[in-house]
């Protein structure tokens, strides 16, 4: 048969699909009006499978005519695609959905691992987090779980041109969660790796990857052991012994003495009271703080540790016999659970810290 027939019994086939198509949409019409009685889940159930059944009678018809009629149009049509599926149509494998509105896919309450499920691998046990859509890979046939890619560049809209959104609720839990996948920091495997990854370790640190290569370069964003992101603010007076700071004691602090400080509230400078509240708010880790010492006896020094370590390490501050007048020095400490410091003395003197940011 000459590719000229071939066409002709294909054009012949398809217009006998489309009469057979209309007369099928005026079956589903009939077979509507007499099943109003039904109840509207039941209703939609009949025309789910009369629209499936339906559709594979009417392509097997269509294959059995062309063999008859033309067996070169009937082998193009055995080779093509799933016809794409119309509004209200059941999706199949393989189809191409031209929808002019949303297509939504409703779990029932008994679903755990997602209404869409994509992978690669049928014996792979998949997500343990309950989802609408999921996606993972489980070998060499699909590299990557999920992916996002948009194109949309308008000038205006601040909904559009993101690849991935990840919303929440006001009440929401998160807007995206990365479990743990590796115990260690990335930056020691042998695997290539590309700028813009993200890794969790399972000692809860935050890894970034700035630079392609193998392992590449990592960078810690954020972690147990990490002060997080630097807040600076108007210099604040946290303590100063020479005044009233209840219920925190006050006054000369003597050679081998230990004052636990607080310093989440900002005192007024001249009688000190709180003046300001929380310029260090809970969940802080560290500060950047001035310290002065002033009415020095003799040399001596100060250590700022944290409020629940005041272990002799490393001096803060040191001044010397001759000494006269203030003294000062900056520095940064971490921070116990309550937001205190540990002022450890060798020497005597009165001190004042000033708070100038945390982090959080």
Not at 241 to 246: E, F, H, I, Q, V
Request: contains cysteine; neutral net charge; charged residues 15%.
């Amino acid at each position: 048969m000459v590719e000229s027939d071939v066409y002709e019994a294909v054009r012949a086939l398809e217009a006998r699909l489309d009469r057979q198509a209309a007369e099928l949409e005026g079956l589903r019409a009939e077979l509507r009006a007499a099943r109003m009685g039904a109840t509207a889940a039941r209703a939609q159930q009949y025309e789910v499978l009369d629209a499936t059944v339906s559709r594979r009678r009417l392509l097997r018809g269509a294959g059995v005519a062309g063999l008859a009629t033309a067996a070169g149009a009937a082998t193009v049509l055995a080779s093509a695609s799933p016809a794409a599926a119309a509004n209200g149509d059941p999706v199949a494998a393989g189809q191409t959905v031209d929808a002019t509105a949303p297509t939504y896919l409703r779990a029932s309450a008994a679903a755990t691992q997602g209404v869409l499920v994509a992978h690669d691998n049928a014996s792979n046990a998949g997500s343990v987090f309950p989802a609408a859509v999921s996606g993972w890979a489980y070998g060499a046939a699909v590299s990557n779980g999920v992916y996002g890619w948009s194109d949309s560049r308008s000038p205006s809209d601040t909904t559009t041109g993101h690849g991935v959104v990840a919303r929440i609720t006001a009440n929401g839990r998160s807007n995206l969660v990365m479990p743990p996948g590796r115990s260690s920091s990335p930056a020691g495997d042998a695997f290539a790796h590309r700028t813009g990854e993200l890794v969790t370790d399972s000692s809860g640190n935050l890894w970034y990857c700035h630079t392609t290569g193998t392992p590449g370069g990592w960078r810690k964003i954020s972690g147990p052991a990490s002060g997080g992101t630097f807040h600076p603010i108007t210099p604040a007076r946290a303590y100063d012994s020479r005044l009233p700071m209840a219920p925190v004691a006050d006054g000369i602090l003597s050679q081998g003495q230990v004052r636990v400080v607080p310093l989440k509230d900002g005192r007024d400078v001249n009688t000190g009271a709180v003046a300001k509240a929380e310029v260090v708010p809970a969940g802080a880790t560290a500060v950047a703080y001035n310290i002065a010492v002033v009415g020095m006896v003799g040399p001596g020094w100060l250590q700022v540790s944290p409020g629940d370590d005041a272990a002799l390490v490393a001096s803060s501050i040191n001044w010397a016999a001759e000494t006269t007048g203030a003294l000062s020095n900056a520095g940064i400490v971490a921070l116990d659970s309550n937001r205190q410091v540990a002022v450890l003395a060798g020497g005597t003197t009165q001190f004042l810290i000033d708070v100038t940011g945390y982090w959080l």
